[in-house]
């Protein structure tokens, strides 16, 4: 099955540029999906299709994909920006729906 | 407003049999995918279930065999049917409406509690 790959933790002080990758075979192929979870909290999607924002999601939230890797990029990080972060695709495989291991943002 | 809520949670021994419900309101649930997802204590998400507008249903194997989805169209709720429980599926479970033509998921419910422990 298709493979995620997300570092554990990003470390960011407040007002600067957070970047949290996603890593999987060819991934620009796919279409990546970010999910922001805060502590308690059910997930909220944040980021879908790559680069497009649900309604209600700050424009500081945005995304790339490009060969074997995607980027959730947080401009002007703030402190209510501390969470778990998980990037997601859609397979082709018989487990069509693929979660990365997440990531723990964290606002110095 | 579109919500789910889920339900059916608590406390199992090992084998046992639990049915978790997710109640949808604002949309139809057998037009949309919808999908469950679960989260075991201190870790990530982990996809479990998939059931299309049409019917077709998948699994992740770690529940193949074990676990079914299903939907009550006349009651606009999912389910999952959960039997042969084992410590490993000890985790917060999540129904989530898919969205679009790619696989994305929104809105998600707010989890039920499941704890499988003798």
């Known amino acids: 099955s298709y493979v995620l790959t997300q570092p554990p933790s990003v470390s960011v002080a407040p007002g600067q540029t957070a970047r949290i990758t996603c890593g999987g075979n060819?991934?620009?192929?796919?279409?990546v999906h970010w999910y922001q979870q805060k502590p308690g909290q059910a997930p909220v999607l944040v980021v879908y299709d790559d680069s497009d924002r649900p309604s209600g999601i700050p424009e500081r939230f945005s995304g790339s994909n490009s060969g074997n890797t995607a980027t959730l990029t947080i401009s002007r990080v703030e402190a209510g920006d501390e969470a778990d972060y998980y990037c997601?695709?859609?397979?082709?495989?018989?487990?069509?729906?693929?979660f990365g291991g997440g990531t723990k943002l964290t606002v110095l | 407003e579109v919500q789910l809520v889920e339900s059916g949670g608590g406390l199992i021994q090992p084998g046992g049999s639990l049915r978790l419900s997710c109640a949808a309101s604002g949309f139809t649930v057998s037009s949309n995918y919808m999908s469950w997802v679960r989260q075991a204590p201190g870790k990530g998400l982990e996809w479990v279930s998939v059931?299309?507008?049409?019917?077709?249903?998948y699994y992740a194997d770690s529940v193949k065999g074990r676990f079914t989805i299903s939907r009550d169209n006349s009651k606009n709720t999912l389910y999952l049917q959960m039997n042969s429980l084992r410590a490993e599926d000890t985790a917060v479970y999540y129904c989530a409406r898919g969205s679009g033509l790619t696989g994305r998921f929104d809105p998600w419910g707010q989890g039920t509690l499941v704890t499988v422990s003798s």
């Open positions: 060819n991934i620009g192929s796919k279409s």
């Open positions: 997601q695709v859609w397979d082709s495989s018989s487990e069509p729906v693929v």
């Open positions: 059931i299309y507008s049409g019917g077709s249903t």
